[in-house]
């Protein structure tokens, strides 16, 4: 007798019999994102993004879980995760519309529905804002010019000290208005995502 629950969660089972939308209410997501191995396969698809084989899966979290290499780990290592995923994991995130899970094949893709869980993660593949370099980065330009240009260096005394501030001025400006650019982006797909969340 297995004493593995392979029950869904009343949340998971309504969304596996309801495929009318692809919403997913925050009880489901934070269900999902409760069991580490369940972020580990989401980070692994993340890293690889593209379909793998629920064998190199079960192989690259049995190993993370052990922190060693693939290549070390044992049969019984490699069986304790390769029967969690197959007999409970895959099959409650495939419910849920998270991952694509072919349990006949043993093939494992993430979803449409993915990005939903996406958010929720501190995954190193997702870009982070860095706009406080680039606002270092202009401000210690503009001041070596600007100091520069004081202390007389030979090209930048040629030209007024107004004009290059008003240079540094400008591409503060310009700097100003692609962050709020692309933040705003941002903000109309993190609505985007969050409207489908119930």
């Known amino acids: 007798m297995s004493s593995i629950d392979t029950s869904l969660p009343d949340e998971i089972a309504s969304v596996a019999d309801s495929d009318a939308d692809e919403r997913l209410s925050k009880d489901v997501i934070f269900e999902l ?24 899966l079960a192989e690259q979290i049995a190993a993370w879980e052990n922190d060693t290499e693939v290549n070390a780990l044992s049969s019984d290592q490699r069986k304790r995760v390769y029967v969690a995923l197959y007999q409970t994991h895959l099959p409650k995130m495939d419910d849920a519309g ?19 869980l ?10 982070q804002d860095r706009w406080d ?18 202390l007389g260096l030979p090209v930048l005394s040629t030209i007024p000290t ?24 941002h903000e109309r797909t993190v609505d985007g995502k969050l409207s489908r969340i119930e």
């Open 133 to 150: 370099r680039w606002y270092a980065l202009l401000s210690v330009v503009g001041t070596a010019v600007i100091s520069a240009a004081v």
């Open 33 to 56: 994102l409760k069991n580490r191995r369940r972020r580990e396969v989401l980070k692994y698809l993340l890293e690889t993004d593209e379909t793998v084989t629920l064998g190199e």
């Open 118 to 127: 996406m958010m929720y993660l501190n995954t190193d593949n997702h870009r």
């Open 98 to 116: 998270i991952v694509e899970y072919d349990q006949d094949r043993g093939l494992i893709s993430l979803s449409d529905n993915a990005d939903l």
């Open 162 to 185: 107004v004009a290059l501030a008003g240079v540094v001025v400008v591409a503060f400006f310009s700097l100003s208005i692609a962050h709020v650019l692309t933040n705003r982006k």
